[in-house]
Nanobody
Framework: QVQPVESGGGLVQPGGSLRLSCAVS?????????MGWYRQAPGKQREKVAT???????NYEDSVKGRFTISRDNAKNTVYLQMNSLKPEDTAVYFC?????????WGQGTQVTVSE
């Protein structure tokens, strides 16, 4: 059973930084088609934040471009989301998503709160 597990969330002041990690177990990391980070704020739909393909191509939601960076470490079966210059509107539960050819898996989520 594939299980993505997120970590690294927390409370940070505006302008601060956090790095989220998503460790994937249960299946070969190298055969993933893509990995991504999504977020869901209270009362809002889940939205895509950033994705990275097996080839290393990245894509970002417009509001995080230039502030967030997605990366992967194949040796550690882990995908990261470096978040800088955080804003209160970044507050949400962040979810890791991993996609194989015939299946998609979600983590349980990690809370990120940006507040004074």
């Amino acid at each position: 059973q594939v299980q993505p597990v997120e970590s690294g969330g927390g409370l940070v002041q505006p302008g601060g930084s956090l790095r989220l990690s998503c460790a994937v177990s249960g299946r070969s990391f190298s055969t993933l088609n893509s990995m991504g980070w999504y977020r869901q704020a209270p009362g809002k739909q889940r939205e895509k934040v950033a994705t990275i393909t097996r080839a290393g191509n990245t894509n970002y939601e417009d509001s995080v471009k230039g502030r967030f960076t997605i990366s992967r470490d194949n040796a550690k079966n882990t995908v990261y989301l470096q978040m800088n210059s955080l804003k209160p509107e970044d507050t949400a539960v962040y979810f890791c998503n991993v996609a194989y050819t015939y299946a998609v898996y979600w983590g349980q989520g990690t809370q990120v709160t940006v507040s004074e």
